[in-house]
């Protein structure tokens, strides 16, 4: 199963584009901060990810506030085919409580 759930912050985003295909899609960088336990010590954990949003999903994403706290979900995959770099693809995301 390849399926990531986290909460993060859009710390950057692209304008709505449309692939060769007709599909819209918005790029983005999201930033996660947290603090998690690993082997029993309290860890903090920071990262910013690529992500993108494809379809219907673009255009709400495409108006979702900068800088607000969101919960997104979603799959990782391959940039293209010859990358080995990893693009966290969004299928939903909501408002972090």
């Known amino acids: 199963m390849n399926q990531l759930q986290f909460a993060a912050f859009i710390s950057e985003r692209d304008v709505l584009r449309y692939t ?3 599909i819209p899609i918005v790029s983005a960088i999201l930033t996660h901060s947290s ?3 690993e082997a029993g010590v309290d ?3 920071e990262f910013e990810i690529t992500a993108l949003a494809a379809g ?3 255009g ?4 979702a506030e900068l800088g607000a706290a969101h919960q997104f979900t979603g799959f990782l995959a391959k940039k293209n085919r010859k990358s080995k770099a990893l693009v966290f693809h969004i299928i939903d995301f909501s408002a972090a409580a």
């Open 60 to 63: 709400r994403f495409g108006r």
């Open 35 to 37: 603090r998690q336990m």
């Open 43 to 45: 860890r903090l954990v």
């Open 20 to 22: 060769p295909a007709g």
């Open 56 to 58: 219907e999903i673009s």
